[in-house]
T-cell receptor, first 112, second 113 residues
């Protein structure tokens, strides 16, 4: 069973059409939740780290929020250049190594 | 150039051959990681290293070997390549694991025929 589930798998938006991506997790003892952006043919690029429920972080048109069970990546008035795959990863106490576990990602396409 | 670089970017090899993917980082980060990325599975950890001469298995280590004799290099070897190892491989590094983001290379697309 996946510890990290991202939804939807794919999302198509029109330019300016705001929406949210979801990352739900089942791990206990969350130490950190990471959001990455991945462009085609490239490695993931770090966006945000969230540590505790209620925390929010923003960067340009992106805002990440965290609850005790899930995180949302809100995209406000997206532009075509926001098209990418967005990955979340959770870091939890069980296991001891604190190596983050990644979700499968949400592929976002923003049409002009 | 500063950063993390992988080589080669593309590789085609035959079943049963040994192949090594290279990873080099210039930040002197303690931690280095190897992931594979496949459709439907996302990023899966193969091996990681906490420091030179310290390595540990990840989620999918079978068929792979790693070494880390120097902090900056973390090669991944497929001892006898199989078609199921066709994938995109990403190397990453970070200062630590706790609450620290990882920096990823550009990836190596490996095809085993």
């Amino acid at each position: 069973e996946d510890q990290v589930t991202q939804s939807p798998e794919a999302l198509r938006l029109q330019e300016g059409e705001s929406s949210s991506l979801n990352c739900s997790y089942t791990v206990s003892g969350l130490r950190g939740l990471f959001w990455y952006r991945q462009d085609p043919g490239k490695g993931p690029e770090f966006l945000f780290t969230l540590y505790s429920a209620g925390e929010e972080k923003e960067k340009e048109r992106l805002k990440a929020t965290l609850t005790k069970k899930e995180s949302f990546l809100h995209i406000t008035a997206p532009k075509p250049e926001d098209s990418a795959t967005y990955l979340c990863a959770v870091q939890a106490v069980p296991g001891g190594s604190y190596i983050p576990t990644f979700g499968r990602g949400t592929s976002l396409i923003v049409h002009p | 150039d500063a950063g993390i670089t992988q080589s080669p970017r593309y590789k085609i090899t035959e079943t049963g051959r040994q192949v090594t993917l290279m990873c080099h980082q210039t930040w002197s980060h303690s931690y280095m990681f190897w992931y594979r990325q496949d459709l439907g599975h996302g990023l899966r950890l193969i091996y990681y290293s906490a420091a030179a001469d310290i390595t540990d298995k990840g989620e999918v280590p079978d068929g792979y070997v790693v070494s880390r004799s120097k902090t900056e290099n973390f090669p991944l070897t497929l001892e006898s390549a199989t078609r199921s190892q066709t994938s995109v491989y990403f190397c990453a590094s970070s200062e630590a694991t706790m609450n620290t983001e990882a920096f990823f290379g550009q990836g190596t697309r490996l095809t085993v025929v």
